[in-house]
């Protein structure tokens, strides 16, 4: 059940049109609006940041996370799980130091950001945070630091287990992983979205951020039922399609542009208050180069989110059922990458000989056969002189991950799993749904197991992963969202880049934005610009594939072969 809340009947009016023109849902925002801190000449000197918690917290019970900067190195106490390392802080302004929980809530009175100053040599500045684990299983907390920009000077990531009271379920190894690199001001400067995202159970607050023009304006928008949020953006997404199955070829482009319009513009008004709003819309201009940059939110399709102008609804002229398609202003349309903290960021993307592969699955179930991997198959021989790969099961293909690869090109189709937990499963060849086998499919747990959570230096590298699968059972259900899916799980087990297509209209997804990233990428173009010149293609090509796209990676990354 999705439970929205607003201040006034006359928000909630106004909300209800323009939900039945987007088929998108909204959420209650909290606005406080910030203006750009005036900067003066940076001064950093070397510090270090140390935080840390219990490695088990009971289910109900407060708990404490601390987070200490000091000039100095500084013991370690007996909590269990710490982070720890060096960064370098302007003593004259103030550190932010803001906490994100995922399975915990802040108790009663604790604030999830405080401020604090880098203390003289030989002492400490400490900030507590008190948390309740509320989700039995795993549980994290991310500790972010800022100062003059939205992208972190650091950020740690510590894991634990949340256990009833008489401990059971206490299994498992706690963890913590560290990003503690000096802001890549290529990075800091790019017009910036940034969301923190606090998640537990199914609710869901996005502690949002729009840098852009020298303003900066900060808000946050409560999705009480985020799964059904999503679930509603996507369940728009497959009634497009049931629509266009109807439409004469001629007509299905203008079509679908509209369509994808109003829902877009329906996300733009659900996500981000007023104040955004008008900050988007006055430098719609400059927002090239876009970076969606956060804590760990994978599951909303920002690409689509339509700029629109303040004050006018999803059924304004040249968005409206009956118009003609106005200039499109889609977030992807800016060249949109996202930047996930805690992961790596290689700004060189090395791909070796012999290190390049793809997966088409060569299905022979009916209605799984695919229509253009021979095409694509050429496209990636031509670029990286990959090979081709066809692992007999699951575990052929965990141990090709698990040996290292520079490249990994997965075509096929998607699905949910319909078992608990839900899992995000690609089909392999031997997958028939009429008569399932065992490891016929790999699951994004698969891809946990076989590349384990860990912290990777920027300076190692990372694979590239392209997951270019169609969306057979594409739809999450209700309790698949906020799982994070193949992106984190290849992220999180070192990708030094990702790009995945998160929808597809069609049956298959549009193959001309990964033949016209490749091109790009090969050309000597940064990960930004290869995604805007592939999305444009895409564009032009008269299909929807360079919104459904997603791309993480540091812009600024460029592809070396080897």
């Keep these: ?6 201040p006034t009947a006359a928000d909630a009016d106004g909300f209800v049109g323009r939900v039945a023109a987007s088929a998108a849902p909204g959420a209650r925002r909290a606005a406080r609006g910030e203006p750009a801190p005036e900067a003066p000449l940076p001064r950093p000197v070397a510090a270090q940041l140390h935080a840390e918690m219990k490695p088990v917290a009971v289910l109900g019970s407060p708990m404490i996370v601390r987070a200490r900067i000091a000039r100095q190195p500084m013991a370690a106490s007996d909590a269990g799980v710490a982070g720890h390392g060096d960064i370098r802080i302007d003593p004259d302004r103030d550190v932010e130091v803001t906490l994100v929980p995922r399975g915990f809530r802040f108790a009663a009175g604790t604030r999830h950001t405080r401020r604090l100053r880098l203390p003289p040599a030989g002492a400490e500045t400490e900030v507590r945070f008190r948390i309740v684990g509320v989700e039995p299983g795993h549980g994290e907390v991310s500790i972010v630091v800022r100062q003059s920009t939205e992208l972190p000077l650091a950020t740690l990531r510590l894991t634990a287990r949340i256990v009833h009271a008489d401990g059971s379920g206490q299994v498992g190894v706690a963890r913590q992983t560290a990003d503690l690199v000096p802001p890549d001001p290529r990075v800091a ?4 979205i940034r969301v923190d995202e606090e998640l537990v159970g199914g609710r869901s607050t996005l502690r949002l951020a729009v ?3 020298g303003a900066t304006h900060r808000f946050s928008t409560r999705l009480h039922d985020k799964p059904a949020f999503v679930a509603a953006v996507f369940a728009g997404i497959a009634g497009l399609r049931d629509e266009l199955g109807g439409t004469p070829t001629a007509e299905r482009t203008a079509l679908a542009r509209r369509r994808m319009q109003q829902l877009g513009a329906g996300l733009f ?3 981000f208050d007023r104040r955004a709003r008008e900050l988007l819309w006055q430098h719609r201009d400059e927002l090239d180069g876009l970076v969606v940059q956060t804590t760990g939110e994978v599951d909303i399709p920002w690409e689509i989110v339509h700029v ?7 059924t304004a002229p040249g968005v409206g059922a009956g118009a003609a398609v106005s200039e499109p202003r889609f977030l992807a349309g800016y060249g949109l990458t996202r930047w996930v903290y805690d992961t790596a960021h290689p700004t060189e993307l090395r791909i070796r000989h012999g290190r390049a592969h793809f997966l088409y699955p060569a299905y022979t179930a009916p209605g799984l056969v695919l229509g253009r991997t021979g095409a694509e198959g050429e496209g990636i021989r031509s670029h990286f002189a990959a090979r081709a790969v066809e692992p007999a099961d699951a575990g052929a293909l965990g141990g090709l991950l698990s040996h290292g690869f520079d490249l990994l090109h997965l075509a096929g189709h998607l699905r949910w799993s319909p078992t608990t937990p839900r899992r995000q499963e690609l089909l392999l060849g031997g997958f028939d749904p009429d008569a399932p086998v065992a490891g016929a499919s790999y699951s994004d747990g698969d891809a946990r197991r076989d590349l384990p959570d860990h912290p990777i230096p920027d300076a190692a590298g990372g694979p590239v992963v392209i997951l270019d699968a169609s969306d057979l059972g594409r739809l999450p259900p209700p309790d698949a969202v906020g799982l994070g899916g193949f992106p984190e799980a290849f992220l999180r087990g ?3 880049a990702f790009i995945g297509c998160a929808w ?3 049956h298959e997804p549009g193959g001309r934005f990964v033949d016209a990233f490749s091109d790009a990428l090969l050309a000597g173009g940064t990960i930004a610009s290869a995604t805007r ?4 293609a895409a564009r032009a090509a008269g299909d929807l594939s360079d919104l459904a796209y997603t791309v993480f990676a540091h812009p600024e990354a460029r592809v070396r072969v080897d």
């Design 533 to 536: 010149e592939a999305r444009a």
């Design 211 to 213: 840098a852009v023009g």
């Design 504 to 506: 597809s209209v069609g």
């Design 269 to 271: 008004e659900s996500l």
């Design 189 to 192: 400067s790019r017009p910036t």
């Design 308 to 314: 629109t102008e303040p004050g006018t609804s999803a």
């Design 494 to 496: 070192g990708a030094g």
């Design 1 to 6: 059940m999705l439970l929205l809340e607003f």
